[in-house]
T-cell receptor
C-alpha cells in the first residue's frame, strides 16, 4: 500500500535555528498538507498546497513557516527561527483530487523538539 | 467557520460490546466529515468519510458512522469492540474551495479503551 514518508522521525534543534522537515507524498497525489499535533493532543491544520501554490494556511502558519516542492517528489516544511512552542509532532499528508477536502493519507510524523 | 466537538475525552467499553464515539459539527454549507484513528506513537489513519449519499457510512476495521443532519452529528460506531480498537479517535470536518487543496478541522480526540 502506498505510503507518505517523513524524515527525520525525530529532530532536536536549538531555539532560533532553522529546521526543514521533509516529506515524500504518494506519487500520484497532487494535493499536499502539513498538520501538527502538540503532545498527543489536538491536530492543527497548518497549510495546504496544490499546483505549486499555497491553497490555504492557518493563523499558526506565519512568516516563520514556508513550504516548498523543490522537485517532483519532495514536499518540505521550513521553520526559519524555531521557538520553544514549535515543539510538536508534524504530520505531512497527501491526497488525490477526490479526497482534497479530507480523508488524507498521513505520514508517521516528525517529532520536533526545540530546546 | 467550521468546528467539531467530541464531547467525551474517554470512552470505556468491554470487548464484544458495541461502541459509540460521539462527534458533533458546525459548518456553513454541506459538511464533509471524517474519522481518523491514531495508535500510540503512530500517524493518523483514515477510517471513513461522509460526503453525500447514505447516512450510514461503512469504513475500515468494521467501523461505521451515522450522519444525522438534524442533530449535526456524525457518531462513530462498531457493533462488537476488540481490545485492538483501543486508540485515540479524531473526528474532522473538511472544506474545499474550487479545485484547490482544502483543510480539515479536527476535534480534540476521544481515547477509546476496550477492556478484555
Amino acid at each position: 500500500e502506498p505510503e507518505v514518508t517523513q524524515t527525520p522521525s525525530h529532530q532536536v534543534t536549538q531555539m532560533g535555528q532553522e529546521v526543514i522537515l521533509r516529506c515524500v507524498p504518494i506519487s500520484n497525489h497532487l494535493y499536499f498538507y502539513w498538520y501538527r499535533q502538540i503532545l498527543g493532543q489536538k491536530v492543527e491544520f497548518l497549510v495546504s498546497f496544490y499546483n505549486n501554490e499555497i491553497s490555504e494556511k492557518s493563523e499558526i502558519f506565519d512568516d516563520q513557516f514556508s513550504v516548498e516542492r523543490p522537485d517532483g517528489s519532495n514536499f518540505t516544511l521550513k521553520i526559519r527561527s524555531t521557538k520553544l512552542e514549535d515543539s510538536a509532532m508534524y504530520f505531512c499528508a497527501s491526497s488525490t483530487y477526490r479526497d482534497r477536502e479530507g480523508g488524507y493519507t498521513f505520514g508517521s510524523g516528525t517529532r520536533l523538539t526545540v530546546v | 467557520a467550521q468546528s467539531v466537538a467530541q464531547p467525551e475525552d474517554q470512552v470505556n467499553v468491554a470487548e464484544g460490546n458495541p461502541l459509540t464515539v460521539k462527534c458533533t459539527y458546525s459548518v456553513s454549507g454541506n459538511p464533509y466529515l471524517f474519522w481518523y484513528v491514531q495508535y500510540p506513537n503512530r500517524g493518523l489513519q483514515f477510517l471513513l468519510k461522509y460526503i453525500t449519499g447514505d447516512n450510514l457510512v461503512k469504513g475500515s476495521y468494521g467501523f461505521e458512522a451515522e450522519f444525522n443532519k438534524s442533530q449535526t452529528s456524525f457518531h462513530l460506531k462498531k457493533p462488537s469492540a476488540l481490545v485492538s480498537d483501543s486508540a485515540l479517535y479524531f473526528c474532522a470536518v473538511g472544506t474545499i474551495r474550487g479545485t484547490n487543496a482544502g483543510k480539515s478541522t479536527f476535534g480534540d480526540g476521544t481515547t477509546l479503551t476496550v477492556k478484555p
